[in-house]
């Protein structure tokens, strides 16, 4: 059974940081790419970050490019996002999706997980 599991999310303030975690069980995890998307009420989902199988290639949206990380490790099956220089405009759920095809679009992506809540104050 496919489960992807993230954590790390929470209240903080405006400033701050947050490492999100996201475990993957079920699947071949280092054939997959991993992505980050977010959704904010009333909004629709949209793409934050997106890394390579092996990691040699990653992705961000220009409103996080410089202030998030992404990252993997394949023997943990687990990816990361690290958020700094958090802002207001970041609150939303943050959802990990993994999938075979590497990008910023959600359609690429098979498995999804529930989600994690960031907010952020000001």
């Known amino acids: 059974q496919v489960q992807l599991v993230e954590s790390g999310g929470g209240l903080v303030q405006a400033g701050g940081s947050l490492r999100l975690s996201c475990a993957a069980s079920?699947?071949?995890?280092?054939?997959?790419?991993m992505g980050w998307f977010r959704q904010a009420p009333g909004k629709e989902r949209e793409f934050v970050a997106a890394?390579?199988?092996?990691?040699?290639?990653?992705y961000y949206a220009d409103s996080v490019k410089g202030r998030f990380t992404i990252a993997r490790d394949n023997a943990k099956n687990t990816v990361f996002l690290q958020m700094n220089s958090l802002k207001p405009e970041d609150t939303a759920v943050y959802f990990c999706?993994?999938?075979?095809?590497?990008?910023?679009?959600?359609?690429?992506?098979?498995?999804w997980g529930q989600g994690t809540q960031v907010t952020v104050s000001s």
């Open positions: 079920g699947f071949t995890f280092s054939n997959y790419a």
């Open positions: 999706a993994a999938g075979l095809a590497e990008g910023w679009v959600a359609s690429l992506y098979d498995y």
């Open positions: 890394i390579s199988w092996s990691g040699g290639n990653t």
